[in-house]
């Protein structure tokens, strides 16, 4: 029997270091929280900054180093979700976000969440792979997210206090364009596979 050599990526020492900065990501969410309870804005806004670099930061490694896994994803995906949807929630209870975004942001990830348990009882292991137009709607969240809080900080020139409500409904948008995208191109990918199946 010839041994297969395993891909230098998989053996690297670093394989591992996406994986970790996911880890610092969720670890963060519990601060940040803390931090926008209190009205700790600029405290808040450079934990959140942070957070938002390292989700690129993560992924620009895992892919240039061919470090991806389906436990990476997956620690991406949970990650993001909890940050924004916590950070959505606690700013529309101090009433900082508008509650309809609030809603709009959670019912996305709650719709995302419900599909993936729904394709691994019925159909099994899923890998994450989040579309260009999934991508576009989380960097936005982000960006709107520092907006407001520059904005409340006032840290931001009065002209520019309308950059957060056009955020706002640019956010609005993408979650609806991106959860109808979820949810066409994932229920073509269960029929798919059904069919597959009913013709073996």
Known sequence: MVATAMPAASRSPWRHLPNAISLV??????????????????????????????DGLDGFLARHYGWQSRLGGMLDA?????????CFLLLARLDVVPLWLAM??????????????VWRVLIGPIQPQPSLLSKACTLLQILYLLAVLLTVASWT???????????????AALCVASGLDYTLRWSYRAWRVWRGRSHR
């Open 25 to 54: 990501r969720v670890a963060l969410i519990a601060p940040i929280g803390w931090l926008l309870l209190d009205r700790a804005w600029p405290a808040a806004l450079g934990l959140i900054a942070l957070a938002g670099a390292s």
């Open 78 to 86: 949970i990650a993001d979700k909890l940050l924004l949807v916590t």
């Open 157 to 171: 020139p009065k002209l520019a206090a309308w950059l957060p409500a056009c955020l706002a409904w640019l956010v």
């Open 104 to 117: 709009l942001v959670c019912g996305r990830d709650l719709l995302i969440v419900t599909g993936a348990l």
